[in-house]
């Protein structure tokens, strides 16, 4: 049993989910939003974003961590806020002794609806099929959960692909079996 | 007397300057670079910079935090990864109640040397004359410490600023004053 938290960084948002896996079945366990005021100096904001995910991984003792890669864009500015969030977000589970993966935006679409370019409704439809017990507050923490299955797929992909090796078997059969 | 600590964020070298100001003069307390290894994981050397900057918090104690304003760039990859270095620079301080200034390259440049425009080595050259005693290890050290000056002085305009205006007077007078 693996228990794993996505996490979607923001500086005004952060969303993060909590599933598990037995290496068969997800199962959803919480997730949640991490609000900061925009009002409020950006050090701060920050201290806010690094009390509400602690205050997560104290309350729910996920095992592994995965974060979404940061879309970077044009606006610069943009992306150095998000950056800053996204230290964040990588910094608290790593201080916990979690190992920290990231998946691109892209990777995230791909393994939760199919394609790399499904939208909004797509990843929370198939959160409905996968997760059905899932109630996500905002399009974040819908987000960070698709980052926890994805991570969840990859990890389980990853473990095939190790025991065909040592069966003899190349990956080439495994990319097939999980596409 | 305050405690100023001075952090030029970066994802390779943090560099930190601590300084004491007593409202008329400065004094070098330390100064040093956190170093992270390129081959690490990224959530592991966001980790390495927070203890680190930790570890200097407990160590020096300052009372006020300045930290610099990262520059903007068209490489947007970079501009993320400095971005995520300076989220944790900026979170560390916060973390221990402390507030957190932020400064322009330019503005530093500007208090240190005169100008916007001064260059390494003649934040290096002020360095010698306002912090006899200050021996930096790195570059990134050195500014640390011209940012931890550049907030001494604001700190202090602003104080000179109250004051006039608490005597009725206005802050026209002060601008050249502290020019």
């Known amino acids: 049993?693996?228990?794993?938290?996505?996490?979607?960084?923001?500086?005004?948002?952060?969303?993060?989910?909590?599933?598990?896996?037995?290496?068969v079945r997800l199962s959803y366990v919480a997730s949640g939003t991490?609000?900061?005021?925009?009002?409020?100096?950006l050090s701060v904001r920050l201290a806010e974003i690094?009390?509400?995910?602690?205050?997560?991984?104290?309350?729910y003792q996920p095992t592994e961590a995965?974060?979404?890669?940061?879309?970077?864009?044009r606006d610069a500015a943009a992306t150095l806020k998000l950056g800053q969030a996204r230290g964040i977000a990588l910094l608290v589970p790593a201080?916990?002794?979690?190992?920290?993966?990231?998946?691109?935006p892209n990777a995230v679409k791909k393994t939760v609806t199919g394609n790399g370019h499904g939208d909004k409704a797509q990843i929370?439809?198939?959160?409905?099929?996968l997760l059905p017990r899932a109630e996500p507050d905002s399009a974040d923490s819908a987000d960070?959960?698709?980052?926890?299955?994805?991570h969840a797929h990859m990890r389980r992909a990853a473990r095939l692909q190790q025991k065909l090796k040592q069966n003899g078997l190349?990956?080439?059969r495994l990319a097939g079996a999980i596409s």
């Not at 995965?66 to 864009?73: G, R």
């Not at 929370?124 to 099929?129: C, D, E, P, V």
């Open 1 to 23: 049993m693996v228990r794993i938290v996505g996490i979607d960084p923001g500086l005004r948002r952060t969303g993060w989910g909590v599933i598990e896996s037995d290496g």
């Open 34 to 41: 991490v609000a900061t005021d925009s009002g409020s100096q």
């Open 50 to 59: 690094y009390e509400g995910l602690n205050s997560v991984l104290r309350t």
């Open 66 to 73: 995965a974060v979404e890669q940061t879309f970077v864009n």
């Open 95 to 104: 201080l916990s002794g979690l190992g920290v993966a990231e998946y691109a």
């Open 124 to 129: 929370r439809a198939m959160l409905r099929i």
């Open 144 to 150: 960070a959960l698709a980052i926890a299955i994805t």
């Open 170 to 172: 190349g990956g080439g």
